[in-house]
């Protein structure tokens, strides 16, 4: 591997999540609401995706650009068929340490045993509430929460040593659980991860009245467990970690809103049609599937994908305000989170 590619701000190139499908199952409020993503709703054609082979080589290619922690998303990664055969190929690429993948966990019962055989290394379960009736509201679906909390446990089955469970939380809807999330971690050996709520987006009718400040939740759950400081594992990790002084394994808090990290910001992210994205709060991305599908070559690819980080400015959590709110922004459901 060569020497990571920087942007503008001298932020290196670490991180690649592949968004493989823009479909759900779920239609959580702050992501797909059903009043925009519904029965009538034009998702990307099949024939438009990326072929798994086509992301397989940009994986490859980003890895000599940096890139050595890969993490596939969505919409729900799970609805792509067959996706253990891409976790399998990017897996044998050399130079891709970390390969993870964030689901909301409905499918999982049936999918984690071939997932972890076919090389994937961690997972991340979305899961706002332990609460069946608050669950429910939230995820906006038929799938019941308890299918949820098998499929977790089927991953754990399944020889996943690392499950991380993402909430994002929002007020007076599902801050009253937070606790109970802590407890069931705690009492499953997984990894709670608080998001704030973001402007991410232009459909989920965000409103900073609903944002809970992650030293908010901290403190109540350090006043009920007892948390202490963990240092960064490398640069531009996302969340801010605290171990349970009992040692009861970690908590984690992403604060974009209330104290934003741009500054190590390391992630480009690749949508399931082949545009690659710079900012989870980007309008527009640049098209590589373009140049896959041209007969580009891989030092053409290479070389364009490199350009695209190096020309990277992007700074929104820092620069948010009424005005930057009011941008039009993709949603997350489409650019993978």
């Known amino acids: 591997m060569t ?10 190139l670490h991180d690649l999540r592949v968004s493989v499908t823009d479909r759900c199952n779920f239609r959580c409020h702050y992501c797909m609401p059903r009043e925009v993503f519904g029965p009538g709703f034009a998702f990307v054609p099949r024939e438009q995706l990326l072929s798994f082979e086509e992301i397989t080589r940009v994986v490859r290619l980003t890895t000599d650009l940096g890139v050595s922690k890969v993490r596939l998303t969505g919409g ?18 050399d130079g891709v340490d970390d390969l993870a993948m964030t689901t909301n966990g409905a499918l999982l019962t049936t999918h984690a045993e071939p997932l972890r055989k076919a090389g994937l290394h961690r997972i991340t379960v979305s899961l706002d509430s332990v ?12 799938v019941p929460l308890s299918q949820v909390l098998d499929g977790i446990a089927a991953a754990k089955d399944a020889g996943f040593t690392s ?7 929002q007020r007076g809807v599902n801050d009253a659980g937070v606790l109970d999330l802590v407890d069931y971690a705690r009492t ?14 232009n459909t989920n009718g965000w409103l900073l009245d609903q944002v809970v400040p992650a030293r908010e939740i901290k403190d109540a759950i350090g006043a009920r467990w007892p948390l202490v400081p963990v240092d960064p594992g490398y640069l531009g990790e996302v969340a801010r970690r605290y171990q349970f002084a ?22 480009a992210r690749l949508t ?40 990277r400015a992007d700074r929104y959590s820092e620069l948010r305000s009424a005005g930057t709110h009011d941008l039009h922004r993709v949603e997350m459901s489409y650019l993978g989170g």
């Open 246 to 267: 009992d040692g009861a394994g970690e908590v984690g808090f992403v604060t974009s809103v209330t104290e934003p990290f741009c500054g190590n910001c390391s992630r």
């Open 272 to 311: 399931a049609v082949g545009e690659l994205y710079t900012c989870l709060f980007a309008g527009a991305g640049r098209d590589v599937r373009a140049r896959l599908r041209d007969g580009h070559d891989d030092a053409a690819v290479r070389e364009f994908l490199a350009g695209v980080w190096h020309a």
């Open 188 to 201: 499953h050996g997984h990894v709670m991860r608080f998001i704030e709520y973001m402007d991410v987006g």
């Open 3 to 12: 020497d990571p590619a920087r942007d503008r701000l001298g932020r290196p």
């Open 163 to 169: 499950i991380k469970l993402n909430a994002v939380v």
């Open 131 to 142: 609460d069946a009736a608050v669950f429910t509201t939230m995820a906006d679906t038929a």
């Open 76 to 93: 729900e990664p799970l609805l792509r068929r067959d996706l253990d055969q891409l976790v399998a190929s990017i897996a044998a690429i």
